[in-house]
């Protein structure tokens, strides 16, 4: 009996993966991380559909089904969590995600390059200290005793604020210190995209007489637009992720109501509390409504001509 031919999409495939073996070499670590990291332990996912006995193990737990999510839904935490954690990104998402688009446009009009250079390392520099370093700055720095800020406000005749211990301030603080930790590292994404835009648009632009904002509308914004939606679309699918070390270490008890998020939610109930099927069956909530938010905006965006994420 002859062995029957490979379907020609299968041979065109290992053709390729043959003719590009050194480039699939060097992206094997990337996908075997994945593979370990992030896709072996989806399994866990499967005690939040369980009354996990830590003796019994994932495979040992009584199947329960969506009890603990309609305890999730029922509880009297979860509307608070639930608004927090959609304000807080909300919020990241519409003061946070403009700005460093607005200052790599700024400084891709800059024509000093030391200058440029110096800016750059500036903003960039906060991007490499870890959420602890960043933490213990802010609160230094909003101090009520001893905080450069309440000592400005001493000066000027105020009374010291406690900042981070009064729920109207907490919220900003937050996005303050977001904007600042992740802003170079943003603004650099986006100046790596500008440079891919074609000079001779802004030499055709200024023989027709357009000065730099009509540049900046007409040729510029539109040449990295693709970048902007993709990095928009990873947002949007990371809407619920308020980033947990940010918001553990500025919180405290006297703004718990405003600061409780999901991320924050899942470490007490999970950890402290070590309701391990609950706390599991509420990170899955929070990255399901992350997954279908993303898939409508991906869908929104393939609509109107752009190519999305898949």
């Known amino acids: 009996m002859t062995k029957a031919a490979p379907a020609p999409r299968v041979k065109s495939t290992w053709d390729h993966i043959r003719h590009n073996k050194s480039l699939y070499l060097l992206l094997l670590p990337g996908l075997l991380y994945y593979a370990v990291f992030h896709y072996a332990p989806m399994y866990g996912i499967t005690i939040a559909f369980k009354d996990y006995d830590v003796f019994g193990g ?4 009584e199947w329960v089904g969506l009890k603990h999510f309609k305890e999730l839904v029922g509880s009297d935490t979860f509307l608070s969590v639930f608004r927090n954690s959609v ?14 688009i607005i200052i790599a446009i700024l400084l891709n009009e800059v024509r000093r390059i030391f200058f440029k250079r110096t800016i750059q390392t500036i903003i960039y520099l906060p991007y490499f200290l870890s959420w602890v370093v960043i933490a213990g700055l ?14 400005m406000i ?9 900042f981070l211990g009064q729920k109207q301030f907490f919220r900003t603080i937050i ?4 904007l600042w930790h992740g802003m170079g590292w943003n603004t650099i994404i986006f100046l790596a995209a500008l440079t891919g835009v074609d000079p001779q648009l802004y030499e055709a632009a200024k023989m027709d007489g357009a ?8 040729i510029t914004l539109p040449g990295i637009k693709s970048t902007i939606i993709v990095l928009l679309l990873m947002k949007i699918g990371h809407i619920m992720d308020n980033g947990f070390e940010q918001i553990f270490l500025l919180s405290n008890p006297l703004v718990l109501e405003v600061g409780d998020v999901f991320e924050t939610y899942v470490y007490r109930t999970g950890l402290v509390e070590a309701k391990y099927d609950y706390s599991t069956a ?9 997954l279908v938010l993303l898939l409508i905006a991906n869908g929104v965006a393939r609509k109107f001509g752009e190519r999305g994420i898949f």
């Open 211 to 218: 000065g730099r904002l009509r540049q900046i509308v007409h």
């Open 282 to 290: 509420v990170g899955l909530f929070k990255s399901s409504i992350g």
């Open 154 to 162: 001493q000066s000027l005749g105020g009374e010291p604020i406690n």
């Open 58 to 61: 994932v495979t040992g737990s």
């Open 87 to 100: 304000l807080i990104s909300m919020y990241k998402l519409v003061f946070n995600f403009p700005i460093p």
């Open 138 to 151: 802010v609160i230094n720095l909003l101090s009520p005793s001893t905080g450069v800020i309440n000592m």
């Open 175 to 178: 996005v303050l210190s977001d």
